[in-house]
């Protein structure tokens, strides 16, 4: 029998695969503290995270029995990847479960922000009628700045089209032949950031993408900019964006994640051209299902020594 460890909340239906295989024991635990892991790792011999648990050279270390650890969504960030490939612990994703709903998310931020709906609720709860402060914008005609045209990139971009926005895209990979069938018009960094009047971010938080939008791309942008980050904290530089906004030269932002998580003491959370929600871009029912099913798939593979694809 091969154990295997949940420890963050994962779709029930998504998990149907482990729980109906003979071969398989799951348990499932969550909101286990590192020393907690670090106690029971040792017991099983795959462990299938989201995104609370952090999978840290001390868990890895102790995972004595452990083959792989699979991780219900994109980023692999919260996993430790050096110490696992050094232990020949595979390490697995599901990179294209949750692609839609993340898309949807950004495409719903990008029009909360431009017509203000969570400021005019905010205002509308607290009693008032007030149809003067939230005049919005129009998307239509607009150009939408994509930086990153992978999975996400590109679904936001598709949906930017049905609007009729033009389209400007920065992806070192881009090529000019795919730029076309996409209709969007691809770019340097310093073009998309001049050229926009939405900027949408839908890179991985690398070394490269770090601080990609910082002050000096904030110097050369357009007077009432608005930016969404559905992606990871940090491609934006937090506290340039909180200057940029605060000196008038950003009209909003919306933001799905964030440099720490959760972001408590984030001065940006005191800003009302900022509407945020709690790292929600995979939140859905289908996209759940559909990255806890990728991902059990290809643990079992990797347990029954089969074929498989890892992160
Ligand atoms: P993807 O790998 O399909 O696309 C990423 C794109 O970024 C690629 O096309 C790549 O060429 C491009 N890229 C890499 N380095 C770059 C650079 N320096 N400058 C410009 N472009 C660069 O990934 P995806 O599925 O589209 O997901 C993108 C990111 O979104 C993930 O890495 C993850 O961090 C984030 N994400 C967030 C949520 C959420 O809940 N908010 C959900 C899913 C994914
Ligand atoms: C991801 O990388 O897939 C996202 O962070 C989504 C998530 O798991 O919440």
Sequence with gaps: MFKILVSDPLSEVGLQKLLEATDVEVVQKTGLKEEELVQIIPEFDALLVRSQTKVTPAIIEAASRLKAIGRAGVGVDNINIQAATSKGIVVINAPDGNTISTAEHSFAMIMALARRIPNAYHSMMNGQWDRKSFVGVELNQKVLGVVGLG??????????????????AY????????AKKLGVTPASIKELVSQADFITTHTPLTKETKYLISTKEFALMKDGVRIINCARGG???EKALYEAIVSGKVAGAALDVFEVEPPMENPLLKLPKV??????????VEAQENVAIDVSEEILHVLREQPFKNA
Excluded: C, Y
């Excluded at 598709?158 to 009729?164: L, T, V």
């Excluded at 992806?171 to 795919?178: A, C, G, M, V, Y």
């Design 235 to 237: 491609i934006i530089e």
């Design 275 to 284: 509407i945020v929600t709690p790292h929600l871009g995979a939140s859905t």
């Design 151 to 168: 999975r996400i990139g590109t679904e936001v971009a598709k949906r930017a089209k049905a609007f009729n926005m033009k389209v400007v």
């Design 171 to 178: 992806d070192p990979f881009l090529t000019e032949e795919r």
